[in-house]
């Protein structure tokens, strides 16, 4: 910098110097006011051309970099937390590089849980924030259609909806959502009997259950009214029901679902799901609607009530298993008026609201109809709930309705020689194409292979 003023200098006094050589030349004549201006006009022109090339050139740029102050590492880390929270504010999904996850996640070492679509792990951002990565493998999503996807979802600001923070792409391998992570895990760790390490002593109360079962509607009815472009979930069941640090519920791995216009009465799309919470339609081929995700919600609520899985073997009169159909239990229950019956007895009667329980009973079975037309919208489930409106009074049982998996059930013959833990003899887990599980499975029957369909999610 020192030497760059003395060279100013050196230019200035030469300037000067010429100036007083042509005044002792020409006086105050023509010619020395015409040198003068010739003079003054070049060093002008020099000086602004000096100035441009340093601001453009990489050089320029570095010395001015230089000459900023420079952070603290305390300033820094508070710079980028203040990134991260007006980056969260805004709604808007960040993407994340493979390496800043494997990072986050310790190269994708500590495991939370494990689905049919993918792997969630846990991790810890730069900026202190607990994520949940989760990995998602072999989905036919083009990379175009994968961004669109998460940036309209992404968008999406509900208090019961747990936030997509972010996601990445790998070409030719796994595609990554990054979500808020809750200490407190999913739902169905709180309605369901755990057995093992670390499984007693979590049981939500009655009242914590029906607080979650309005948060779940009201998440449902503003992805489906609320959004500019109406989003169908697809998988609605407890495990994609997390709790927060208040118990309170939040619906979680929407990233993939189907994407509506309002204008739009279904969606046709691949079948997407979980054993059990299957709507109907999803046999027909015919397209699914946010009636759908209304059938999985009251699904969801019968478990959520009786403490245990719609679809579980019990054994038989004659020693074999047979399967009982939960939802079949609660509509004879709450037509013969006896609902408290089919109530999860880790919870003590007393402390128990009949009225409130017979109300969430009769509206699990609405969501339930087999028929979509049948079923109230998810807006109409939350006045129902919280007793507003036409439904303050009582809800009354909807009409007796077909269950088909309750026919499909029934066929069932024995399970004594037919080695499967699943309904009709099948494993729970099937076989992949090609493996020599493949061959038996082409000897079943059209019945048989009707009700792994609907059983299997597939």
């Known amino acids: 910098m020192e030497g760059k003023k003395a060279k100013i200098l050196v230019v200035v006094a030469a300037l000067v110097a010429l100036e007083l050589t042509l005044f002792v030349c020409f006086r105050l004549s023509r010619p020395f006011y015409l040198s003068t201006v010739v003079i003054l006009s070049a060093t002008l022109a020099g000086t602004v051309a000096a100035l441009l090339w340093h601001s453009l050139s990489a050089q320029g740029r570095a010395e001015r970099m230089a000459r900023r102050p420079v952070m603290g590492g305390d300033e820094e880390v508070s710079v980028r937390v203040e990134y991260s929270f007006f980056r969260k504010v805004a709604g808007l999904p960040s993407r994340f590089s493979l390496e800043a996850l ?28 607990a994520v949940a990565v989760k990995r998602i ?7 175009k259609e994968f961004r669109a996807e998460v940036s309209a979802i992404g968008s999406v600001q509900h208090v019961s909806l747990v936030r997509l923070l972010g996601f990445c792409l790998v070409r030719s391998g796994p595609r990554f959502l990054v979500y808020e992570y809750m200490e407190n895990g999913s739902l169905d760790k709180w309605i369901f009997p755990q057995h093992g390490v670390g499984g007693g ?53 929407f990233g993939l679902s189907a994407l509506m216009g309002k204008e739009q009465s279904r969606v046709v799309t691949t079948v997407r799901g979980t054993t059990g919470y299957l709507a109907p339609e999803w046999l027909l081929g015919a397209g699914v609607t946010d009636k759908s995700d209304v059938f999985s919600y009251g699904m969801v609520l019968m478990e959520m009530l009786g403490g245990r899985r719609n679809l579980q073997a019990e054994p038989g009169p004659s020693g074999a298993r047979r399967w009982n159909y939960f939802p079949k239990l609660v509509a004879d229950r709450a037509r013969e008026g006896r609902v408290m019956e089919v109530l999860d007895r880790r919870l003590a009667s007393s402390a128990v609201d009949e009225a409130s329980v017979r109300r969430l009973a009769h509206v699990a079975l609405w969501c339930a109809q087999e028929k979509p037309g049948a079923r109230p919208s998810m807006a109409r489930v939350v006045e129902m709930l919280e007793a507003r409106g036409a439904a303050a009074a009582d809800v009354e049982p909807p009409p007796p309705t077909d269950m088909v998996i309750v026919d499909l059930l029934a066929l069932d013959p024995a399970q004594a020689d037919r080695g499967g833990d699943g309904p009709f003899g099948l494993p729970t887990t099937l076989a992949p194409q090609g493996s020599a599980g493949t061959a038996a499975l082409s000897a079943m029957s059209v019945g048989d292979s009707f009700a792994l369909s609907y059983l299997s999610g597939r």
């Open 102 to 129: 494997a990072a986050a996640t310790d190269e994708f070492q500590c495991v939370v849980g494990r689905g049919s679509s993918g792997t969630v792990f846990k991790g810890i951002l730069d900026d202190g924030t």
């Open 137 to 143: 493998d072999g989905l036919a999503h083009v990379d």
């Open 201 to 253: 002593g979590r049981c939500l109360s009655w009242v914590q259950r029906y607080q979650v079962a309005v948060d779940v509607a009201k998440a449902l009815a503003y992805l489906h009214h609320d959004c500019r472009a109406k989003v169908v979930h697809l998988d609605v069941k407890p495990e994609n029901i997390l709790l927060d640090d208040r118990l309170r519920g939040l619906l979680s791995d």
